[in-house]
Nanobody
Framework: QVQLVESGGGLVQAGGSLRLSCAAS????????MAWYRQAPGKQRELVAA???????NYADSVKGRFTISRDNAKNTVYLQMNSLKPEDTAVYYC???????????????WGQGTQVTVSS
């Protein structure tokens, strides 16, 4: 079985920083892309940032220059460093990964349980 566990959310004032972590564990053969999504109340889930297994990244326009995604392949972990946070960044942040389990031949999407980020003005 494969699990994604996020940590690092919380309450921060506008202009502050937070670092999210997401560790994949279980029967993992390999991991392709990893990503962070977020969902604010009443809104659809949106892609925040993604990173390939080789380190190529892409970001939503709303977070470019403020957020940085990175990963540690040895630890099966992806990070999201969030700086200059704004109240509109408030959302539940979800980790996503494209994983091939040891017991299967295909890659599939896995999701974490989500971590709340609240930015006060």
């Amino acid at each position: 079985q494969v699990q994604l566990v996020e940590s690092g959310g919380g309450l921060v004032q506008a202009g502050g920083s937070l670092r999210l972590s997401c560790a994949a564990s279980g029967s993992i053969f390999s991991i392709n892309a990893m990503a962070w999504y977020r969902q604010a109340p009443g809104k659809q889930r949106e892609l925040v940032a993604a990173i390939t297994s080789r380190g190529s990244t892409n970001y939503a326009d709303s977070v470019k220059g403020r957020f940085t995604i990175s990963r540690d392949n040895a630890k099966n972990t992806v990070y999201l460093q969030m700086n200059s946070l704004k109240p509109e960044d408030t959302a539940v942040y979800y980790c996503n990964a494209d994983i091939r389990p040891k017991y299967g031949l295909e890659y599939r999407d896995y999701w974490g349980q989500g971590t709340q980020v609240t930015v006060s003005s």
